[in-house]
Each structure stands twice: as structure tokens, then as C-alpha cells.
């Protein structure tokens, strides 16, 4: 799944640890949205559908995730003419 930044929207990123099963001590995942809820929502349905998590284990990933702003200088900017 791609997901892009929206211009001039607050975004926020969902960043989940997926170490547990992928067996990576590096890998996490990473989904975006326009608020928190969202973010962590796009997490969850993620994990479901790729890695083919239950409720449970989306959960307990879930609570290892963290969810934080994207500065606004993150946000694609239009290009004007000159």
C-alpha cells in the first residue's frame, strides 16, 4: 500500500515495530493520516491484510507503535510559474 502526503492537511505517521513477526530487529512499518486515529487505523488494517496478523497480535503492536506529527515542512509544496 502507497500513501502520500495531502497538501495542507495535518498529517501523522503510524510507526509500528514489526520485529515480532519478521523475525528483523529493524523492520517497522510505517502508515500515514490525517489524524492519529487514522494513522494507527491504516496500521491496523495493514498488519490484518499483509502480514496476516489476528486482533490480537494487531494490538499488542499496536501498543509498541508510536504516533507523531509531521512538520509541515514534510507537506509537498504546489510549484508556481515565475
Same mark, same amino acid.
Given at each position: 500500500?502507497?500513501?502520500? =502526503?495531502?497538501?495542507?492537511?495535518? /498529517?501523522? %505517521?503510524? %510507526? %509500528?515495530?514489526?520485529?515480532?513477526?519478521?523475525?528483523?530487529?529493524?523492520?517497522?512499518?510505517?502508515?500515514?493520516? !490525517?489524524? !492519529?486515529?487514522? !494513522?494507527?487505523?491504516?496500521g491496523?488494517? @495493514? @498488519? &490484518?491484510?499483509?502480514?496476516?496478523?489476528?486482533?490480537?497480535?494487531? @494490538?499488542? @503492536? =499496536? /501498543?509498541?507503535?508510536?504516533?507523531?506529527? =509531521?512538520?509541515?515542512?514534510?507537506?509537498?509544496?504546489?510549484?508556481? &510559474? =515565475?
Open positions: 500500500m502507497v500513501q502520500q =502526503i495531502r497538501h495542507n492537511e495535518p /498529517q501523522y %505517521i503510524c %510507526i %509500528i515495530p514489526v520485529e515480532r513477526i519478521t523475525a528483523n530487529q529493524d523492520e517497522e512499518i510505517m502508515t500515514f493520516g !490525517a489524524s !492519529a486515529d487514522e !494513522a494507527k487505523k491504516h491496523e488494517e @495493514l @498488519l &490484518a491484510s499483509t502480514y496476516g496478523c489476528n486482533q490480537s497480535q494487531v @494490538l499488542e @503492536l =499496536i /501498543q509498541q507503535a508510536r504516533i507523531e506529527a =509531521i512538520a509541515q515542512w514534510c507537506a509537498p509544496q504546489e510549484r508556481r &510559474a =515565475i
